[in-house]
């Protein structure tokens, strides 16, 4: 679960305002305190975009991996960055949290031509 989908609570807009990966000019940018680590094939990659994770876990997953995404937040400036006040309560309840988020991404299956 987590920010996007309302576990930290809030309505839809709200928790999806500051999201990096929501679209807007934040997915292009990064930020010092946030990184995101894509794990696949048993490897880590840490990179410094949302877009750039994204791009690579659908890469992987296509490739037959199952993908994880960690989200890794170092700061409170940084996760008003990543997703705004409801971020920033979530990173204050544990702020020594390993893993501010993760998401798991499980079973791309080529379906094939479709008429």
Do not use: C
């Amino acid at each position: 679960m987590g920010i996007l989908n309302g576990v930290a609570g809030g309505n839809r807009r709200s928790r999806a305002r500051g999201l990096a990966g929501l679209g807007g000019t934040r997915s292009k940018k990064a930020h010092k305190d946030v990184d995101f680590v894509v794990r696949a094939h048993g490897r880590e990659r840490y990179l410094g975009k949302f877009y750039e994770a994204a791009a690579d876990a659908m890469y992987q997953l296509l490739s037959g991996a199952d993908v994880t995404i960690d989200v890794l937040i170092h700061s409170e400036a940084g996760a008003r960055w990543y997703g705004g006040d409801v971020a920033v309560a979530a990173y204050k309840e544990d702020p020594d949290a390993s893993v501010f988020e993760r998401y798991e991404i499980r079973g791309a299956h080529l379906i094939g031509r479709v008429a």
